[in-house]
């Protein structure tokens, strides 16, 4: 057992365990969770969930889209993000994903939770989505509804059925996507050739995470606006190489500037570890010269090292992309 308690002889197990990724430290059969500084009872211990979430789905028609509006979309929606991204702003309750699926999907589609308690909650809704909306001359549809908190955290918001073999690559972004690599984007999906689930995802961060050191947990990222993910869904093991290459091409045409992968800089904010990628460690694909290891924990990796050759020094807990005992 390790706690976060400086006392506690455990205590860089437990860091180790709060964002250094899953299935090499240990197996972890019991959660204590608490707010830091809260005091009292159990019902004061955690942040205060809404009983109603307004679920929207804002979708724009994709034959409606040619490169020049499709930019200026994902343009205003980072630029949005970056502006919004703060803890105390008021969009801090909402978490938005702007999912950009292939051109023959039909739609572009942005998933947004809210929390439906605040009195202004379809104001910033109607505000954010005409941000969005600004100078593309494409109309929106939204729709929306209330459901309880629980039901818009277990509702998935993508599904592909059959379709069980994937491929996907992302991280951190400290600053939006610009206009050449959002161009590289809007190609890679709108090539008619290509009919598999394929996906550019752009998630809200910021709020809470950023005020965190990146020290005082294993998630060194503690600065992004945004996170993106870059994947591909297929049903045939025949269509293997085509599809992951078609991530790899996208991915490496992105960050063809700092070798094929979001080397943290004063932009990109390197890879995330819930996101996997095996490629980061082939020097054919990563050509960056930057190692997976600090694309993934940044500074945090010797760190992570030494809890691995203490709690597991044979290596015992390992996947691909698992910590290497120090």
């Not at 830091?36 to 009983?51: D, I």
């Not at 409606?64 to 499709?70: C, G, P, S, V």
């Not at 998935?156 to 994937?166: A, D, L, M």
């Not at 049903?235 to 979001?262: F, I, M």
Request: hydrophobic residues 35%.
């Amino acid at each position: 057992m390790a706690t976060s308690r400086w006392n506690d002889p455990n205590r860089e197990l437990w860091w180790a365990h709060t964002g250094g990724g899953g299935g090499q430290f240990g197996i972890i059969t019991k959660y204590w969770f608490r707010t830091p500084g809260a005091t009292g009872g159990p019902s004061l211990l955690l942040p205060k969930l809404p009983q109603t979430v307004r679920k929207a789905v804002v979708t724009w028609p994709w034959p409606q889209f040619n490169e020049t509006n499709f930019t200026r979309t994902v343009m205003n929606h980072g630029a949005w993000h970056a502006a919004n991204s703060d803890a105390d702003s008021p969009y801090a309750t909402m978490h938005s994903s702007l999912q950009i699926s292939s051109w023959f999907a039909g739609v572009i589609v942005l998933d947004v939770p809210m929390d439906a308690m605040r009195a202004d909650t379809q104001q910033l809704l109607d505000d954010y989505v005409r941000a969005l909306s600004a100078g593309v001359g494409v109309e929106p549809t939204v729709q929306s509804k209330d459901v309880p908190f629980l039901e818009a955290t277990l509702t998935p918001t993508i599904g592909y059925g059959k379709y069980s073999r994937h491929k996907s690559m992302g991280g951190h972004l400290r600053k939006p996507f610009d206009a050449s690599q959002i161009s590289t984007i809007y190609r890679a999906l709108s090539d008619p050739e290509h009919w598999g689930i394929r996906l550019v995802y752009l998630a809200a961060y910021g709020g809470k995470i950023n005020t965190v050191s990146p020290q005082a947990t294993a998630v060194a990222a503690r600065d992004s606006v945004m996170k993106f993910w870059f994947s591909c869904n297929w049903e045939l093991p025949a269509q293997d190489e085509a599809e992951v290459n078609w991530v790899r091409k996208l991915h490496g045409d992105v960050w063809a500037t700092s070798g094929g992968y979001p080397v943290p800089n004063d932009k990109w904010g390197g890879c995330y570890i819930n996101y996997p990628d095996i490629d980061a460690e082939n020097p054919y694909v990563n050509t960056s010269g930057v190692p997976w290891s600090t694309l993934y924990h940044q500074s945090n990796y010797p760190r992570l090292q030494r809890v691995k050759a203490k709690c597991d020094p044979k290596n015992v807990l390992r996947h691909a992309l698992s910590v290497k005992p120090a």
